[in-house]
DNA sequence: CATGTTTGACCCACG
DNA sequence: GCGTGGGTCAAACAT
């Protein structure tokens, strides 16, 4: 892969081509999202396109600095899950090179996008700084992979999908890795730091609910996933409320395609509400 | 003991 | 046919 080519993956199913529209379709949004990592579509119209998935994320309009945070926080014990997205590490090609360090509870074996990897390979590549890893799923009839490439700190660089999971994510017995969010208490801010006016930066709050079952926010715009994490449903239009369920892995995903397809997604960090930066 | 990681060797596609 | 590089295997090791 050519270098200029290596668009950083920020997670596992978050990232998929800039549109320059706003919002998609629900059918362009399902296909897109089956196409770039995601699990399974399985409420589908149509035939889904098996074939190996990459997840890049697209090159960023250096005119647009937008800023979301999202804070979750699912009480005392809360989730562990921070990421950072470097907007100063976009390289000179104009791609963006997204890192984040994944804090995953003790003894838990789900990877930052909720399912079992084993490791079975590593590989210093020609062309990249970084080694490269090879992780297979764990579910005996699962065929997915991944490869992904990490600094010397665990920082993720990029992550390159392939094949697709055939089972939902799997839950943890114990501890939950990824706690059930609380809806009162998940919030997230869309700082559209291109939108601004002769005051400055206009800042935009908007409201993530985390619910087991699709419940519309009324007002707003949803999101709907089934148990396997898919995108069911799509309503709603320019709106920055989202109603998603609690698996974290795909809330990234859904924060930065609602960022990107309204043209922005240049920044992001989740983590506590003592790590935000409003 | 079970499971996951590490790492060198091997396989294979490609130029 | 040969060299190179990416992907996978599998034994050894760690947890």
Known sequence: MEHHEKIAALKSQASRPFSSSSFMSSQKLLQDFTATGSPPITVLDEAVLVRPKVTRFPSLPSDLLTEITATIDAGSDTTCEEMEVDTEQANCCGHLTACHTVKKPTGSRL?????????????????????????????????????????????IVEVVYSDEHNHPKPHSTSTPPWKPLSSTSTEVMFSNMHATNNAGVERQFGTIQACDTPVPVSGSSCIFLDEFGNIKDFTGSNKRYVCIPKHSAIWILLLLQFARNEGNAAFAQFGTHNDQHF
């Open 111 to 155: 990877s930052f996008d909720g399912y079992n990897w084993r490791k079975y390979g590593q590989k210093k590549v020609k062309g990249s700084e970084f080694p490269r890893s090879y992780y297979k799923c764990t579910h005996p009839s699962c065929t997915a992979k991944r490869k992904v490439e990490t600094t010397v700190n665990g920082q």
